[in-house]
């Protein structure tokens, strides 16, 4: 091996307590490295991250219409968002919509992961696995649109199905109707098994210990038992991570609006972010559109550190 | 256990995850058949496939999706390398290392995945009018990657963190500097963890809509995922078409994916929490 000058060359003599392998470890890398490491994350989250966030709060209190600079006005932006009517509307919106979509996404994905894991066959949980994960490849855009087509009024999938079997009379326009065009949003890729959250909590079942679950099952406890006193418990900490992050793409959905039903009829699908982006690219009012980004945030915020509390009550993690 | 009595055990398992899988693909194997359909054969049968098959469909949606296919490569292309490198390098600094700020820093990170990024995108417009970066590969890439970075570091960090110490305290003794340790041993025993980042990486880039919509103003480079939304406006009235359309934009991740599957699941296998 070449012999190397630098100060990383290891003091052998230190090495013996299991103590000093800790002191050790800190004590002979040079403090910049980790640094060094970390410097073009850093300048990057910094240029497009932190300084845009810190701005977008900063407009908010400013008439804004790029690329003049911002004019102060106050809480002026404020006052006329929550007097909104289309804005506070958008609000009730999407908290059905982020509620309705994470709970089917939610369940859908354990329900998904608890039947594959408990397949006997390895290669059949593989094949299962491999089916559930090929739709998350399809372009969000086109599903976007071919599940436009399911609910299309005229040559709609989910019409032909169900004048088909004769449970309707006459086809409906799914998205056409204020009634059913936010629900239709919520169910888009029904079952919606397939997904991130299936593949984290497959993955976070099969790494359980199964010493426990033999005990269980020779302690008599059902498979169906387990899976509410056993698993649930254990995988607590991936289930708060998928319900943070199924919480905050529902708070900010944009892409459905946008795609399938520009936040109509009458506003019924009118989402804060679709609705941002309206404010600030159609009709250039940047400052009012900060605002109800930094609204957005600020419930994003609240929300998340409420899983984080929720998740942390209790200090300790069973230990599978 | 033998093989009839596994079934015996799986089959009801296995009936409803078949159920789950008919429903979820129904609507893509309809647009696959369709596609091959002229409007005439699409009004006459709905479900079935119908002859003579119209592969001309896919000759008239090529020119304006092989244009956005190419355009989406070329903006994921760099968006994928720039980040997987800063978020490897990032993850494996938080791993290995312990030094001052380490939890502050690394909270300060994670807590980006909370800001919406759509309030992110109206300071941002301004950045790119201000440098002059709209049309511009970096005025694309760059934003994308910052995104994308946050949970790169996250994914790296854990994967990073289940290496054995060992590995690299035998590499120190035999002399080997930090960075030959992360080029040498991390990143090589790190790759079904690069695979499944980049996988994610290229969902992301490939379906943003917001950010292309914003920061692109000529039409001819507009990724797929715009590109397909504005071509189902031109041709929305011509299924067929369109549907062609539609499986053109999702086969090259589809093709992608076939290849680095197995590398994708096994990144994913050590588990992600919070």
Redesign the interface.
């Known amino acids: 091996?070449?012999?190397?000058s630098?100060q990383?060359?290891?003091p052998?003599t230190d090495?013996r307590t299991p103590l000093s392998r800790?002191k050790l470890?800190?004590g002979?890398?040079p403090?910049y490295?980790?640094?060094l490491?970390?410097i073009?994350?850093?300048i990057?989250?910094l240029?497009?991250?932190?300084?845009?966030?810190v701005?977008?709060i900063f407009?908010s209190f400013t008439y804004w219409n790029?690329?003049e600079p911002g004019e102060f006005i106050g809480l002026e932006n404020y006052q006329a968002l929550f007097d909104d009517p289309i804005f506070i509307k958008s609000l009730g919106n999407i908290l059905k919509y982020m509620v309705g979509r994470t709970a089917l996404v939610l369940v859908m994905a354990f329900v998904?992961a608890e039947?594959?894991y408990?397949?006997?066959?390895d290669r059949?949980r593989n094949i299962?696995?491999?089916?559930?994960?090929?739709?998350?490849?399809?372009?969000?855009?086109?599903n976007l649109?071919?599940?436009q087509?399911?609910y299309a009024g005229r040559?709609g999938?989910l019409n032909?199905f169900l004048t088909g079997i004769g449970a309707m009379a006459r086809p409906y326009p799914w998205l056409g109707r204020p009634d059913t065009a936010l629900p239709a949003l919520i169910f888009i890729?029904?079952?919606a098994?397939?997904g991130f959250g299936f593949?984290?909590i497959l993955?976070?079942l099969?790494?359980l210990s199964s010493e426990v679950n033999d005990a269980a099952l020779i302690d008599g406890c059902s498979r169906l038992r387990r899976v509410f006193a056993i698993d649930l418990p254990a995988i607590r900490?991936?289930l708060?991570?998928i319900l943070?992050?199924s919480l905050?793409q529902g708070?900010?959905e944009?892409?459905p609006m946008?795609?399938m039903t520009q936040g109509g009829p009458i506003n019924t699908t009118m989402s804060p972010?679709y609705y941002?982006?309206i404010q600030?690219?159609t009709y250039g009012k940047?400052g009012y559109?900060?605002a109800i980004?930094?609204v957005?945030?600020l419930m994003?915020?609240a929300l998340?550190i409420f899983i984080?509390r929720m998740?942390y009550r209790r200090a300790y993690d069973v230990a599978v | 256990m033998s093989q009839s009595s596994a079934w015996r055990r799986d089959w009801p398992l296995m009936l409803i995850l078949l159920i789950l899988a008919i429903i979820t693909y129904v609507p893509f194997v309809f647009t696959v058949i369709n596609s091959f359909k002229i409007n005439a054969q699409f009004f006459q049968e709905f479900w079935l496939p119908t002859l003579p098959l119209h592969p001309e469909n896919y000759v008239r949606a090529w020119p304006a999706m092989g244009r956005a296919i190419f355009n989406s490569f070329t903006y994921s292309i760099p968006t994928l390398v720039l980040t997987l490198v800063i978020s490897g390098l990032a993850g494996y600094a938080f791993a290995r290392y312990r030094f001052p700020g380490r939890n502050v820093l690394f909270v300060a990170i994670l807590a980006l995945i909370m800001i919406p990024g759509i309030l992110l995108v109206i300071p941002m417009f301004s950045v790119i009018i201000a440098l002059d970066w709209g049309d511009t590969l970096q005025g694309v890439v760059l934003p994308w990657v910052s995104v994308e970075i946050v949970f790169g570091t996250f994914l790296m960090r854990t994967f990073f963190e289940t290496l054995p110490q060992e590995y690299f305290e035998a590499a120190r003794l035999d002399g080997a500097n930090e960075f030959t340790l992360l080029i040498r041993i991390a990143v090589p025993l790190a790759l079904p963890a690069f695979s499944t980042l980049a996988i994610l990486d290229l969902l992301f880039s490939w379906n943003d809509i917001i950010w292309p919509l914003v920061a692109i103003f000529d039409s001819g480079r507009l990724p797929v995922s715009i590109g397909v939304l504005s071509f189902a406006g031109q041709y929305g009235t011509d299924y067929g078409v369109t549907f062609a359309s539609y499986v053109i934009a999702s086969l090259p991740l589809i093709i992608i994916f076939a290849f680095t599957s197995r590398r994708f699941m096994d990144g994913l296998s050590g588990g992600l929490s919070i």
């Open positions: 091996m070449r012999p190397s630098n990383t060359v290891e052998k090495s800790w470890r800190s002979f890398v403090i490295v980790p640094f490491f970390l073009p994350a850093l990057l989250l240029s497009f991250r932190y300084i845009p966030a701005s977008a407009h790029i690329p998904g039947l594959v408990n397949l006997t066959s059949w299962w696995r491999m089916v559930f994960t090929i739709p998350m490849v399809i372009p969000i855009t086109v649109l071919v599940w087509q399911v040559q999938m032909e890729g029904f079952p098994v397939a593949l984290i993955a976070a099969q790494n900490g991936p708060a991570l943070i992050l905050n708070m900010q944009f892409a946008l795609v972010a941002l982006y600030g690219f940047h559109a900060s980004g930094t957005l945030m994003t915020l998340s984080l998740r």
